[in-house]
């Protein structure tokens, strides 16, 4: 089975592994350490749990229950959903 690799932001030629970016992957060119950027990850948590409420409030609770859902699927799989689409960030310059 393939890992799933994204391009390295530092030297844009380098991969890190999509498993290996909850814990800070490394390059494999530049030897950078790679991780989520976590603002992303908790603005996204943030605003699925606003429209929850602001659904419920609005007296939509079907559409509520559905982002419920999506939201209950979002942290089972919040690592591999954040390691893969949100955006990464590098602490050396």
């Not at 030629?13 to 992957?25: C, F, S, T």
């Not at 229950?65 to 089972?76: E, F, P, R």
Request: glycine share 4%; net charge positive.
């Amino acid at each position: 089975m393939s890992q799933l690799q994204r391009q390295c932001p530092v030297c844009r030629q380098g991969v890190v592994v999509v498993a290996e970016l909850r814990h800070g992957a490394q390059c494999n060119r530049c030897r950078s350490i790679i991780e989520v950027d976590i603002t992303y990850a908790w603005c996204a948590t943030i605003l699925l749990f606003l429209a929850i409420f602001w659904l419920f409030r609005l007296d939509l609770p079907v559409f509520a229950v559905a982002l419920v859902i999506v939201s209950v699927i979002y942290s089972i799989w919040a690592y591999q959903i954040n390691g893969r689409w949100l955006p990464l960030k590098t602490y050396e310059k």
